[in-house]
């Protein structure tokens, strides 16, 4: 029985994003001063990813790997996942600058879908992701993750 892991996500994106997002609140306000209502939607909006980029950085997304089950803890977001219900792990491109790769897998288990995950493939398989935010590379969290279930279920591959 090996030790769980924990990865926590680098807080880089969330000081990038509050300071992207604090630029454009202080134009919304700019543009609101000179009496253009548009400066309400733009603070609105970027005034919604400072909050977002706070609470990442109070609270960064965690990781859990452990030997039967991992589990993914986020502000927004906690789901628990059994290797016995996960398929095979692999790593998918997500659209944009900020965005990380995915951790994809097939999820077979109990209950609704993980938030994360709510698409039903065309065989009619729920499909689950995490994001790949924890300082490794997306390909080795992705070989651990197949590791750690052929290590529970073998004869899973």
């Known amino acids: 029985m090996s030790p769980s892991q924990v990865f926590v996500s680098s807080k880089w994106r969330g000081f990038a994003l509050l300071s992207i997002d604090s ?4 134009a919304g306000i700019v543009i609101l001063a000179s009496e253009n ?3 309400l939607v733009v603070i609105a909006f970027f005034g919604l990813g400072l909050y977002f980029a706070v609470t990442s950085l109070i609270r960064p997304p965690r990781l859990t790997v452990a030997d039967q089950e991992f589990k993914f ?7 628990t996942y059994e290797y016995k219900h996960c398929g095979e792990f692999r790593t998918k491109s997500n659209v944009g600058v900020m965005n990380p790769k995915l951790i994809v897998f097939e999820y077979n288990g109990p209950g609704k879908p993980p938030r994360f995950g709510r698409k039903i493939s065309a065989d009619g398989v729920r499909l689950a992701s995490v994001p790949s935010t924890f300082r490794m590379r997306a390909s080795d969290l992705a070989d ?7 290590a529970d279920h073998p004869g899973t591959d």
Request: proline residues 5%.
């Open 144 to 150: 651990l993750l197949n590791a750690r279930r052929a």
């Open 73 to 79: 803890d986020a502000p927004r977001h906690h789901s």
């Open 23 to 26: 630029v454009f609140v202080a």
């Open 37 to 39: 209502l548009f400066g």
